[in-house]
Every structure is written in C-alpha cells, then in structure tokens.
C-alpha cells in the first residue's frame, strides 16, 4: 500500500540546542502509527571547519561535540518505534560519527541497527585553494590565500534518499542542503521523481520550516503585549504532517509549550531568504510567492502553494580559512554622568591606542546606548543622545596578528587605574577567527556516496 | 491619519547570509497591507539604516502572506565573520525596522491590537 502520510519530527536547529527537547517529539512520533523520521540540524556555517580542526588533532573525532547529548535521550526509542533518524552529525568525519552511534545503539541494545554514510561533500583533496579562489562569488577573500581549513559543497537529499531506500534506520551526513534532511525521507516515503519539481520544493519547504527547530514553534517569536507563545520552559519542538502531494501541517507535540500560529510560520518561512521566488538549493529552486498558510487547528498550521523550478546547474560550496585575531574587552560605569564617563573612556582608548597601534580599527559601543543598532565608525552612537545611569562600553578590533589586538584589551583593563571615574567590572577575550566565503562548483566535483556501516 | 511605530502593525524576523542581511516584515492584519506597501519602501528602509552604509535594498511583496521580504547588501559589516559589532549576524536589525513611524489612516486606528 502506498505511502500517504508520514511525520517529520525536528529533534534540534542547531548544534547548541537543548538536549532532550526532541523527546515529546519522538514520544508523539511513536504514537502517530504514521511512518516517522526525526532530524537533527547541527551544521552552522563555521561549525563544519572547528570540527575539520578538531579531526586534525585527533582522527576519531571531527564530528558534531553534540551528537551524543542530543542523540542519547531519544535513541533507543527511535530504533524501538522504527522512527529513522537523518542528521548532518557527521560534520567532519561522518564515519567517526557513525561508530560513535553504532557504539551508543549497541549499549542501547540495538548492535544491529542499519547505520549509512553520506559523504561527498569535502572538497579539500578536490580543489586547490586557487581553484576554490577561481569559483568564489560575491566576493575576492579566497584571493591569495595559502590554505583553507575546510571546503564543503552543499549535498543534496538524493543520498539521503538512497541510504533510507537501503534500509538505513539512522542517516549520518557531512555536509548538506539543511532541507535536504527533510527532503530525504519524504521523497524515500512518497517515492517522488527527482525532477518533480513542485514536488521537490513542496518538501523542500518543510525541510526550511523544521531546520531551525523550535523556531517555527514559538522560539525566537515572542514580543510581550504584541505577540506571545505560551509556557516557555517546556518549549515544543515542531512536528510536520507530510501528505504524498507535499503539502504539510505543521505542529507540536501536544501538552507542550510555545505556539505553532500564522505568525510564527510566516516569520519562519522568511526566514534568510533572499528572493522568494528563487530560493536555490541542491535539490530544486524553491519559489515560495504563491504559498498559503491557514490555521487548521490550536497548534496547526496547514502549507501548501510551493513551486518548484528546475534544479541550479552548480552546488554552493563554504570555504572556511583562518583570518587572524578577533578581541573585544567591556568595563562599567553607573550612577550619575554615566554616560559622560563611558564616552571619555572611549576618547581615551582611541586616543592612547592612536600613539601604540596606528591603523588599527576599534569600534566602541556604549551597552545601554547604542550598540547592537550602532555601525562599526560609530556614527550612530556619536548622534545618540539618550542617556543612562548603567552602561557598559565595549570595544572590539581585529588583525591578523594577536598583538595588536592584545593591546587594546591591556589598554581596556588600564582603565581600572587611568581611565574615568568609577570603572569596573573589566572582561576581556581574544580568540582565533574563522571566516568563510562561498563558492560555486561544478556538480562532478561532489560526487555524494552514500555507505552503509557493516 | 495617526503617526505610529510600524512594530504596532506588523511584526519582523531577520536572517543573514553573509554581508547580505534579509528582514521579513508581516502586518498583523491584511488591513495594514496597503499601509506599509505604501509607506515602508526600499527608500524609506535605506535611509533607516544609512549609519551601516548599506548598498541596494531590495523589497519583496507576499501579498498572500500579507508580508514583505527587505534584503539589505553591505548591511552587516562583512558579516558575521568580519563584523565587529555585538550582533554579527544582524539578528536585533528586525526590530530597528519596526522602529520606522507609520501613517495610518483614521479609519484603521481601531483595528490595532498593541499598546502604544
């Protein structure tokens, strides 16, 4: 008998996310009798290349630090309920992730659980960082550059689908399209074409709708007095009720917190998107101008109305290098001239760091003033004239070598003894940056491969 | 006509790729569609966000989401990676937006739900 629903449960948005959260979810799953998958997103930008480090220092690790908090309170009732789990663990050594599983089901009681592989999706033996440099879009920083830590194409569902189709009852991917852990089990359950496009967008929707998690659930939505999501503590992760034709409901487990309304599924289907009629992704071009949403119950929204065109001719790859040293050093004042202090504090910092490091870029925010609105040359906070009697001032610069950021923070603490009245409460930090750019590659450069683990 | 903060009308999200950063912008109801078709414009966003040397500002329509779609190049100071500001990713920007003051017509003014 065909396939004519399944649900799609989002465990996590992203590789913080709260452990255990995904178990409502799975219980609701299991109570569903509906063919069932559970996703895990865990992959942000820069994670892929900390974890490429990570593996250069130790060959078993490389893959989501995560995995196992966010994995181990669902696991055993997943293999129990035959609820197939796709995630983009993997990161950087897929396989190391997949023996991690196979380790943590074995405990569970499950040795023989099917455990596949999908990767593919590394490019660093492929592609010299000239030829990535040549590729580059939107921008020139791969130019002249060494080396890169880490180059990733964005896979799509196709060998997700592939390791579902083989009996895989757990999916462990490098790295892909974020929708493409949705795509994967809808177009394995419904059987669709890879060039359905309509279908393939319809899909591709949801996976958008579920990647981030609890913020299409009333995360990241609530506005007291103008518009709220109820009981935070205990916060549902999202449920999508796939039918065969794609369209969708969206929901939550029931007799758990937040909200699944038209507003946090407008908020959520926007999300970082640019022109919604040309969404791309591996699989598809998702446009999304005719979408409807309607509320088909408490905690039920129904989608429909996605298009699709055919898929882009080149994959997005992210090229992660290092770029230097990043700094930012805090101190406090309060009580009366607040205000007046924190900004001789920052005439005096510009001016000591004018003589010690010319050239170097500082940016001064007043906390309480202006400063996550402010811009970088501080027009905005030169034209503020609100006032307040507990500020923070913060600084921050960059450069390739540490030292010169290292004496902006010296210079910071120094205003415990030569800087205004009444500073306090110094913080100070200096890290090593990523930073990426983004590239267009040829599809037969990234080749997916999709294992299954003996 | 009543001058109001669009934040009473219409609520926003804000996502980033890049330097590239993308607000969505819903109204609370199809009434205040018309309002904020008219009123919140590429221009008018642009100069909004002027201190951050923004480049093309691009607007959207969903009208069937009764919904707006704003991309802002150059808005995120080299973007998250580069960015020295608290928010790299432009994620507060959202609500910079609801700060734009709105005309709304008379006859409209009941329709609105929040505190002033």
């Known amino acids: ?454 | 006509m009543s001058e109001l903060l669009l934040h009473r009308i219409a609520h926003a999200r804000s996502g980033d790729k890049g330097n590239r950063l993308n607000i969505a912008l819903i109204c609370y109801r199809p009434e205040f569609f018309d309002t904020v078709a008219a009123q919140v414009t590429p221009d008018s966003v642009a100069q909004l966000f002027a201190s951050r040397a923004v480049g093309a500002v691009q607007r959207y329509e969903l009208p069937k989401l009764r919904a707006f779609n704003f991309v802002l190049d150059h808005a995120l100071d080299g973007g998250v990676n580069a960015s020295l500001g608290l928010d790299g990713h432009g994620k507060t920007l959202s609500f910079r937006l609801l700060t734009l003051p709105v005309e709304l017509p008379a006859a409209l003014l009941s329709l609105v739900q929040h505190p002033a």
């Open chain 1, 1 to 454: 008998m065909p396939v004519t629903r399944v649900h799609i449960g989002a465990g996590a948005g992203f590789a913080g996310d709260r452990a255990g959260a995904a178990l409502p979810v799975v219980q609701a799953l299991a109570a569903s009798g509906v063919p069932s998958f559970l996703i895990f997103e865990t992959l942000a930008e820069r994670t892929l290349a900390l974890a490429q480090l990570d593996r250069q220092r130790d060959p078993q690790a490389g893959y989501s630090p995560s995995l196992v908090a966010l994995l181990q309170p669902v696991l055993a009732l997943c293999l129990q309920h035959n609820i197939r789990i796709v995630s983009n663990f993997g990161a950087a050594n897929p396989q190391a992730a997949a023996q991690r599983i196979r380790a943590m089901a074995t405990t569970a009681g499950f040795p023989q659980a099917k455990i596949a592989v999908v990767s593919g999706d590394d490019l660093s033996a492929r592609l010299t960082t000239s030829e990535l440099a040549a590729r580059e879009t939107d921008g020139t920083l791969l130019q002249g550059r060494d080396s890169v830590v880490a180059a990733n194409a964005y896979l799509g569902a196709q060998p997700i689908g592939e390791a579902l189709d083989a009996g895989a009852e757990i999916v462990v991917t490098g790295r892909v399209a974020d929708p493409a852990l949705v795509l994967g089990p809808l177009v394995h359950a419904f059987g669709w074409r890879w060039d359905d496009w309509d279908r393939l967008a319809a899909g591709t929707l949801v996976g958008h709708l579920l990647e981030c998690g609890p913020q299409v659930s009333g995360g990241y939505f609530a506005d007291p007095g103008f518009k709220d999501a109820a009981d935070f503590t205990d916060i549902g992760y999202p449920i999508a009720e796939v039918s065969a034709d794609g369209s969708a409901v969206i929901t939550k487990p029931a007799g758990t917190g937040g909200v699944v309304s038209l507003r946090t599924v407008k908020e959520q289907m926007l999300y970082e998107i640019h022109d919604p009629a040309a969404y791309l992704t591996p699989d598809v071009v998702l446009d999304i101008t005719q979408a409807e949403v309607e509320q088909a119950g408490p905690d039920r929204v129904a989608v429909r109305g996605a298009r699709g065109h055919v898929r882009p001719a080149t994959l997005k790859a992210t090229v992660c290098f290092e770029s230097g040293w990043f700094g930012e050093a805090e101190i406090s004042y309060a009580g009366p001239n607040a205000t007046a202090r924190a900004r001789l504090a920052i005439e005096i910092i510009h001016a000591r760091m004018a003589q010690l490091q010319p050239g170097l870029v500082i940016r001064a925010d007043i906390i309480g003033v202006v400063s996550s609105f402010g811009d970088s040359a501080g027009r905005d906070l030169a034209a503020a004239t609100a006032e307040s009697d507990d500020v923070r001032v913060r600084f921050a610069a960059r450069h390739a070598d540490a030292a010169p950021v290292q004496q902006l923070l010296a210079e910071v603490e120094a205003l415990y003894v030569a800087g205004p009245a009444g500073g306090g409460g110094v913080r100070k930090h200096l890290v090593p940056q990523l930073a990426s750019a983004s590239c267009l590659i040829e599809r037969d450069l990234a080749q997916p491969v999709m294992e299954l683990l003996p």
